[in-house]
């Protein structure tokens, strides 16, 4: 397995499962393998009625996984080999809650990511499990269960995505539509500055929500904060935010804003830099502070402080 994990033709990677799996009926990583590239899907997903080929793999795969997780578990022996077992069983958990999500099994998959959001190893976490679970609760218009899910990760930094923070602007502006008229004032106030912020962790994204850029299919590997991400991002949740009154128009708005916000925050941020600098002028002794000295230090702070000033705003 360890050979057909750095093969790159799908055909080596494929044979080197298949004598893994000769080898060792029950190797899960090599089930794995085969149900993601070996196993056909979406012919079978339209003809038959049943599990398909990859979920057969699949379960097969869980049982053996979860087999291997037990008795290295039961054995007493922790450690790398543990870790890894349940990493495995972890991927094939994932797997299997994704195929049910595509074939429409939407509370199965909902019960899955969760299990694995509760659950998932330490060595998971960078898979951001918990987006799966806010994309398949979107989907069933569970709203109060997402803004759980969003409440429970958005105090974590490693965590933060532009599909989290996307989703927090989508949330408020559903509730600014669902508002009264008095109030509905005050919660699109809120939500321009959910989106504000959304827009500002990641700006490739309004571009493909508001159909500025055409859609592809999203690529292998997602770079946080970079047009990757944004397109993978507008693939799976353009449809959300058609469905959200006003979340599109209030998008528009949110591009447009930040850039006189920009200037104020840039303004507020060179005269904080002065007053930093003057609190650190205070530790210096008295002889570093003469008269003249402290002249200079002003002009050239003035100076600094209009040459940014002038940056920012252009």
């Known amino acids: 397995m360890a050979r057909a994990w750095r093969e790159r033709e799908p055909s080596a990677r494929v044979a080197a499962a298949r ?63 543990a870790r890894r077992q349940a990493a495995v069983l972890a991927h094939v958990k994932r797997r299997l809650a994704m195929c049910a999500r595509r074939l429409g099994r939407l509370r199965d998959a909902a019960r899955m990511f969760r299990e694995l959001a509760r659950d998932a190893p330490p060595a998971l976490h960078a898979l951001h499990t918990h987006e799966n679970l806010i994309e398949v609760l979107l989907e069933q218009r569970a709203y109060a269960d997402v803004q759980a899910v969003v409440a429970r990760y958005e105090e974590c ?33 809120a939500a321009l500055e959910a989106m504000r912020r959304a827009v500002e962790f990641n700006p490739h994204v309004p571009a493909y929500l508001l159909e500025l850029r055409a859609l592809a299919l999203p690529p292998e590997h997602v770079v946080r904060r970079g047009d990757s991400e944004a397109l993978a991002y507008a693939f799976c949740h353009l449809q959300h935010w058609r469905h959200v ?28 830099g002065i007053l930093q600098r ?6 210096l002794p008295p002889a570093a502070l003469a008269p003249r000295g402290r002249r200079a230090a002003a002009a050239g702070a003035r100076r600094a402080g209009a040459a940014h000033t002038a940056h920012c705003t252009l």
Do not use: N
């Open 19 to 81: 004598a893994a799996l000769a080898a060792r009926p029950d190797c899960a990583p090599a089930l794995l393998l085969l149900a993601e590239e070996d196993a056909p899907t979406v012919l079978e997903v339209r003809t038959a009625h049943g599990p398909t080929m990859a979920e057969r793999v699949l379960r097969r795969a869980w049982r053996a996984g979860e087999a291997a997780w037990r008795a290295r578990i039961s054995g007493g022996a922790g450690g790398a080999g």
């Open 157 to 189: 930094a490693s965590t933060r995505s532009a599909c989290s923070v996307y989703t927090t602007a989508l949330l408020r502006a559903r509730a600014a539509a669902a508002a009264a008229p008095p109030a509905r004032q005050h919660l699109e106030l």
């Open 245 to 272: 009154d006003g979340a599109l128009r209030l998008l528009a708005l949110a591009v447009q804003v930040p850039r006189t916000l920009h200037t104020v925050h840039c303004k507020l941020h060179t005269a904080h």
């Open 278 to 283: 003057g609190a650190r002028l205070r530790l």
